[in-house]
């Protein structure tokens, strides 16, 4: 989906593209080579330290053999395993200091795993037993502005039952209200580590080697309001291209300057894109081929 052997590369960052097929092959746990070369041979011998976002953190031994430093696969597997990883998720690496390094995990559908995911299964099984056995009281649906108390006769279930599903999907507004909000913070936040893209994954047909148009839920939640100007860098900064970004309210796309992208990168019809910011306005362009 990335590189062949799943990762790039970028300054003091690298990322890794997590395929079930080569989870744990030696390629895939590889450290860039011109990432290694910032640190010495005593940093090396260092196991490296991974923290995420929500205060986990893993310990990874360094290995070397003929060709390059690895991650041994002990540390690796443990990390793999507590994140439920190798389903295409988009990984990136940031050295912070002395061999610590921030991971933030991005899913196929562009949004960062914000919490482990045996948290965010316990939360949603919390919750569906909360919802099962509530009761609603007259002092509730008088909060919610409810005028008629729920019926006593054989049908008080039925209009129970409607009372609950009508909070539920209240609860659903709300929290996908929180999500965007909390979206929209990481975006605009001076210390997120993404300035406006966090990873965009998009499949190429023929009218896309023009004018590249984006999924609403891409342009709405990753994506800035205004008209702006982009620098598309090929992996190790190799090329480097401007193409403007139009925000248009059904068919967001990056126009001027992308043809000549896709004809000098090159880019053919059937390729999958992936972009990932890397500093505002700059993103790290990298194809695969089908």
């Known amino acids: 989906m990335a590189l062949n052997n799943g990762f790039g590369q970028f300054q003091a960052s690298f990322f890794k593209v997590l395929q079930r097929v080569d989870l744990y092959s030696e390629n895939m746990r590889a450290l860039p080579h011109d990432f290694v070369r910032n640190f010495s041979d005593e940093e090396l011998s260092l196991e490296m330290k991974i923290g995420a976002e929500w205060g986990s953190s893993w310990d990874i031994g360094i290995s070397k053999n003929p060709r390059f430093c690895y991650m041994e696969k002990s540390g690796w597997e443990k990390f793999v395993r507590d994140n439920a990883l190798g389903d295409n998720e988009f990984v990136t690496f940031t050295h912070i200091r002395k061999m610590y ?9 562009c949004k960062e795993m914000l919490q482990p995911p045996q948290s965010r299964a316990s939360s949603s099984r919390v919750k569906t037993e909360q919802e099962e056995i509530k009761v609603t009281t007259p002092a509730e649906l008088s909060h919610r502005g409810a005028t008629t108390p729920p019926a006593e006769s054989s049908g008080g279930g039925k209009d129970k039952r409607k009372l609950n599903f009508g909070k539920k999907r209240a609860e659903e507004s709300q929290t996908s209200k929180r999500t965007e909000k909390m ?3 990481r975006r605009y936040s001076p210390g997120a580590s993404s300035s406006s893209v966090a990873d965009i994954i998009i499949f190429i047909k023929k009218s896309y080697l023009n004018i590249l148009r984006f999924p609403n839920h891409v342009s709405n939640d990753l994506m800035p309001r205004e008209r702006t100007m982009f620098i ?6 190799k090329r480097s291209w ?3 970004y139009l925000p248009r309210a059904k068919d967001a796309c990056l126009s001027g300057g992308w043809a000549r ?3 000098e990168y090159p880019i053919a019809v059937g390729d999958t894109c992936s972009f990932t910011s890397i500093k505002p306005n700059e993103l790290i362009l990298v194809v695969s081929k089908p």
């Open 101 to 109: 390094f921030t991971v933030n995990i991005y899913n196929q559908n």
């Open 183 to 185: 979206v929209k913070a």
């Open 232 to 237: 598309i860098h090929h992996p190790g900064k």
């Open 242 to 244: 401007n193409v403007v």
């Open 261 to 263: 992208v896709a004809k």
